[in-house]
């Protein structure tokens, strides 16, 4: 890549590092206001939003504790919900290739906004700064709205009526439609989509994301792990190809590029998921 | 509220940090792999259904979904990210000032 192209697309990962962190500012407006009305004051609010820094456990503190539940089954459910931020960790720790005290800043960046960005970008330089960009621009953005939401909690409109709740969910659907690049990435998202809606009534508040969350191992587990002798439930999720995915793996056996070989061979049914690792 | 707040941030940071301590050999793991990159898509689905559908313990359709339906619409056209993030915000408002 040329210089004149480095910055262009520099520009363009900073553009939209600045773009997330706004929309999920609008998010943190809502934090700030609906923490404080449930109870929390401005100071409890922002240490939130400074020292967890993920969206979906603060929510869960605020809502357990507001509806009358216990410190440590707040701070259990919020770390649960912490555990994908674990697994977008264990992605990324490979691209960011950090060390010493950069590690354990850059650890407190790590969320579901840095992540996607980063996890996107093929080549590790624009990855690398699309997590450090991301991740800096939604922690400011994130704190200042949380502390502004807080203080305006009684004068700003209903967040709702300003249609705020939606920020999130549009934003999430926006980082997630680039990666729906075939349609065993289809399959995967519509089967995690159903399966948290139906843990919804069923299990605590935050959960239905982890479960949704083991579609994703049960999927890597029915159709992955072709270096290994899995042939016989490899073939079961793509029978047409079924036929192709023994000779595509004999011929490309060793190491890293067999699961990516194989996966070339099903007619490019995983060629995304095969484009997505080569970058790392 | 301060234990919930510290304990809670504590166990956060921690999985954040052991995410990125574990070795890379780990990854190397090609069913690793597999599980890595299909996760995200997983977890962003979700995220999306039950933000969109959740209230409580109920499933509910309400001016969110229309929000999310425009803003899905508006990624289909490439709108840009925040174009369509305040398409669907605005959708949700405007159908709430509207009922």
Redesign the interface.
Known sequence: MTDQDWRRTRRAVLS?AA??G??VG?LGLSFGALAVLA??SVL?TC??SL????G??QFA?VG??AAGG???T??????L??????????????L?R?RGPG??G???L?I?ES??MA?VRDEPRQARLAFWATGVAVFVCWNVATLAGALGARVLPDP??????????????????P??RNRR?WA??????????VA??LLP?GL??LV??L???V???L??????NRGATGGTDRSPAGGNDGAARSGAVAG?G??RGAAGGVGGDRDG?GA??GGR | MWTAILLGALGVYLLKLVGLLVPRSVLEQPRVEEVAALLPVALLAALVAVQTFGAGHQLVLDARAAGVAVAALAVLLRAPFLLVVALGAGTAALLRLLT
């Open positions: 939209d773009g997330v706004v929309a609008a109870g929390l409890q240490a939130l020292l967890m820094f993920s979906a456990s503190v357990v504790l216990g410190a440590l707040a701070a259990a459910t919020a770390t919900l912490g555990v994908r931020n674990a697994l977008y960790g264990l992605n990324l720790s490979s960011l950090v590690r354990l850059g650890a407190q790590v579901d992540a996607a996890l709702e009526a300003l249609g705020l709740d939606v920020a999130a969910p549009a934003a999430f659907l926006a980082l997630l439609a990666r729906l990435l995967v998202a519509v089967a995690a989509a159903a399966t948290a809606l919804v009534p508040s239905p994301i949704a969350g579609v994703a191992v999927a890597a587990l159709g992955g792990g072709r270096g290994t890293d067999a699961a998921v997505d690792g």
